[in-house]
């Protein structure tokens, strides 16, 4: 038994060295993705350049992902006129997307939802299909933070990271030089 | 003589441990190159899974635990994006530590991991780069070469997508091509299925088994925006591999014949009189029938609809089906823990039994379901309420009835979402009304009553969730005449903040189909864990203690999970 502890920690140790980093995923490209939303309308990640977009995977089925929902509506109408977009993208499959919509309308939400109904995008953001799983996505479409699940409380820490993007946005927009004048024909 | 380890043994298996890690490592270190344009990220999933099993041997001493073992698995998913470009690769490890014993100076392994037809150097151990795929992004073509998920319309021709709630992740390996043209979408799909070899969530105990390559290729075409619809058709063609030849090779599959043929469309409709509508048609034929179980090739059908409807505070959901020799398609897949082709099933899945389950993949069924949520204030309080009706007519296979069924299953429920409390509560009860056979001989009907609940609320600065499900079950008339019982699910937990919650589960039923026995008493389960989470996307469980088996249903497929009675350390780590 002993021996099997040892391994244990020894595994643990191993974890914490290298594989271990504080700041998962800060710094990497965004995968790129194009998505209908609820309404029919194609929406692509690279047209988010420029703004700070917060991607959060959820279902029908997923009961954290309802309850994290309304902060999210709050987030959004908070910060949505401030450079700020939050895209919730559905990981219902085929067999479970007609409930979508009518979830989203029956409890009054205005974010935009996309839908993922073959789970390619969610498989290349989080494969093990942890719900709800957030990545708060620069201006520069790369990612900024990463967060798995729900627990009540987890909304004060997306609040204050996505407040922290979007006043760099707001600063970085402040101190950019104005663009050149187009030149003369 | 009592058991014992050798050395070498244990340092070949641990090898697979660490090189799992050090994998982890270099992909984690690429975070820091210099290049910026090339991105490496990525995900480790680790279990160890500490198997207690009160079995011993003659001679053999009940404390050394003789068939007690570990199971380590872990997967690795790791990419590599460089602009439009992305390298993906998923390695599935497992190995089994302390699986055998000595007798009489022979080693004996406590099972044989791996099935005919899988082959592995060590005995008690594998490792499978279960998935490999190169991918391009453009903007009016994706492609991707290797393993990819596939999904067309809702379903019911084409399913392979992950479905982790019960352990599923079954791609195809081939290639993958969409491409747009203006508001037309064409998609094509050739490749074979892959079904992941290395269970994650459940006992690898169960053996290792080779993989069945049966092809699979469709093309569906999409026209988007034709005013307020949209327009999709698609016919996709299988080949089943002969399950008994272990040598055969993945594109053997293009030369055999096809088995199964499925040919449909779907139309779209946004807003039309205030209505969202969907409908698909699907025609099943079977050249290969005789694979399948099907007599005389006869051709099955599918047809499903969708209406929703927002009247002021009201969301209105109304779906229908109509499956007629539809999971004849899956009957060979079926038999590797998966499906290829899975329509909507319109059931209150949760709730699924051993007996309901045969309703859920029937192959000749009818139902609706309406759902009506009421946006009492909204984003707040939002009651519903359900109403499922289904007429089974399939008999045999799955089914415990001897007459055709009608089921009817209303649940009422009701979502309370305030700053720092919720409830989240349903109820129903369901009845499958058996038909009288000839003769008016009355078989009664099964019937269950159930409820769920979740519920959150703050304990001074931390908080706490309380959840579970209770049903009670009672048997109509069947020929193996079981015994009414009840189910109870529950677990409490207490999230303390900075990244730390305790858990406790408890499980308790009489039912005598379940294939599993309680720590506690004979039904009696539990268990607890601890969870932290130390820093963004890094996540630990410890958990320590025992839940039932059964029969668990998720995105319109279901299966028999064991229980399980001991250990488990589990990490989630994004890199």
Known sequence: MRRWLALVLVFLFALAAPGANPHAGEGQTAPEFTLRDIDNKPVSLKDMAGKVTLISFWATWCAPCQVEMPHLQKLYDTYKDKGFVL????????????????LIKSKGYSFPVLLDTDTKVVSQYNPNKTLPYSELIGPDLKVLWQHQGYT???EVETERRVKLAVEALAAAKTVAPPAAPPAAP | MPPRATPSATAAQALILVLGVL?????????????????????DDLEFRYWRDDRTLPDFPEEDHLFDYWELVNRINMKVDRGPLQLGVQLDTVAMLGAYYYLNDVRVNEFDLHADGVTFPLPLAYANFDKLWLGYQGDTAQLLVGDGYIAFGRGLALSLVKNTNI???SSLRGAHAKVTLGSWDLTAVSGVTNAQQVWQDNPNKQQIRPDHWHMVSGLRVDRYGLGPLNLGAHSVVY????????????????????DAAITGASVEAFGVLGLDLFAEGDLFLYPGGEVLGVEDNAPGYAVYGSAAAYPGRVALLVEGKHYKDVERVNAVVSRDLYEVAVGPTLEYERVITEDSGAAVNSNDISGVRIRADVAAKPGVLTPSLTLGLFRDRELGGLHFNRAPETIIHPVAGVDWIADSVHVLANAGFRVDQRDALPGGVDLGADRMAHVDLSLGFPIGSAHGEIGGDLRYFMWGENLNQQTDFTLLTANAAVHLGHGVSIVGYTDWTDDPLIDSVGNINENLYAAGELQLQPADGMTFKLFYGAYRAGIRCAGGQCRMLPGFDGARLSATINF
């Open chain 2, 239 to 258: 080949s089943f591999a002969d399950r008994a030849d272990l040598d055969a090779q993945p594109w053997e599959g293009y030369a055999r014949g096809v």
């Open chain 2, 23 to 43: 994998t982890s490592g270099v992909a984690a270190a690429g975070e820091g190159d210099a290049r910026p344009e090339v991105s490496v990220s990525g995900q």
């Open chain 2, 167 to 169: 352990d599923i992740d």
């Open chain 1, 87 to 102: 895209l919730m993208i559905s990981a219902d499959d085929a067999r479970s997307v007609s409930r979508v919509k009518p």
């Open chain 1, 152 to 154: 009540a409380g987890d």
